[in-house]
């Protein structure tokens, strides 16, 4: 069962120097049953089979999928010939390496923290406990912003900026970024990516890198008057192909945008911090292995980012034609314009406007008035199952904000 140890499927790296991946050999595993972390030679191994059998006995309540995804990782294979019945009995893995990964994986540690990347909108991003592990949920946000890109680059000569706030891993900022250069034509873009914490913008810059990105950092962004920094190269005065970083990333605080001294932007998306803390309390353990900073804001009220940005948009987006994106919290319900139907852990739009009526008028620095009251919500359209359109009038400036119902943070 056990015969065909030294197999070189899809092999990417030399894991030679690297315990971890240097699983196999010819000693078979015989039976999971009496197996004994303590006692069984470190150079055991089991099949594939046998594996999964031992994953299903220790962690019961994880899909077969992340059984897979795990042996991906140890294996150094493809997902899809871990997964292959024909290579089920024939590769081998270390049943002490694959213990403790799930010896792990019983103690919540995510699956992504094991394997170390994630897939998100077919692209895969590296992600460590520092970022928000990227969940399907937001592609959808992603799809709709494109949708929009596409639509904006119609109507520009110019190209379409991007501002990402709350960026983490790099997900969406990198994701618009590679679908606007991978679309037949290109689209020219420019995006830029927020974050409060060092450490994401870290991971966003590796995932960059990864992915052959230029990153400029804020100190080098120019708003094109000058030119000599390279990182917008926005002059056109040349006839040469400006020297552009398509991204950006920007260390600061996505509560006040307009502080970070950054250009309008044609599409603001945020996938924020949007769990209260009375729904925190209740996540799972594999999420609480994430950071607290991606999923509560600190005052602990679900709607913080929504509130003071939402205000804000008029003062962060270009004029007439911006639009925002926002995931919402998934319980988000969308009912009459009655304040008595929204819950503490519901937002609602009920939820939203009473946020917004309540909220204290922000005087934008430059002394203009770009207050949003309830009144400047015209209307609010049901687009698909999880996505809303708000028609608002921001001081006579029609906008469009989309909401999308995001994840559960159940995995
Ligand atoms: C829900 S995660 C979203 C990450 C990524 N955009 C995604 O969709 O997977 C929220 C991110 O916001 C960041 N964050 C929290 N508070 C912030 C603030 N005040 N300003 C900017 N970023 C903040 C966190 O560090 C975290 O990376």
Known sequence: MNHHSHHSHHSHHDHDHDPEHNAMNHHSHHSHHDHDPDHHPATTTVTLAQGREIFR????????????????????ISYSDAKSPTLQGTISLNLATLEA???????????????????????DFMVSPSVLIPRGETEILVHHALTALQRLHKQHNDPITVLDLCTGSGCIALTILLEAMGSTPSIPVRVMGVDISADALGVAHQNALNFGVRVADATHYSTGATGSTGATGATGSTGAPPKVSPLTL??????????????????????????????????????????????????????EFYATIIPLLPMILVDGTGEAFFELPHNTRFTATSTATATPIQLGVDGLLSVLR?????????????IVSPENFSSIWQHTTLTYRVY????????????????????
């Not at 006995?57 to 059984?67: K, S």
């Not at 990964?101 to 998100?120: A, D, E, S, Y």
Request: aromatic letters at 8%.
């Open 101 to 123: 990964h799930v010896q792990r994986l019983k103690q919540g540690t995510p699956l992504h923290h094991i394997t170390g990347t994630c897939n998100f909108y077919g692209y």
């Open 57 to 76: 006995q220790c962690v019961p309540q994880l899909p077969h999928t992340f059984y897979y995804e795990l042996v991906a990782h140890i294996c150094n």
């Open 392 to 411: 608002a009038d921001f001081n006579g400036t029609p906008r469009v904000l989309h909401l999308v119902l995001g994840s559960q943070y159940k995995q």
């Open 250 to 303: 920007v260390l600061g605080d996505a509560l006040a945008p307009h502080h970070l001294g950054i250009p309008r932007s044609h599409i603001v998306v945020c996938n924020p911090p949007y769990i209260c803390a009375q729904e925190y309390s209740c996540l799972p353990l594999s999420t609480l292995h994430e950071p607290k900073i991606a999923l509560t804001p600190p005052s602990g009220r679900g709607d």
């Open 358 to 370: 309540k909220f204290s008028p922000v005087s934008p620095p430059d002394g203009s008035s770009s």
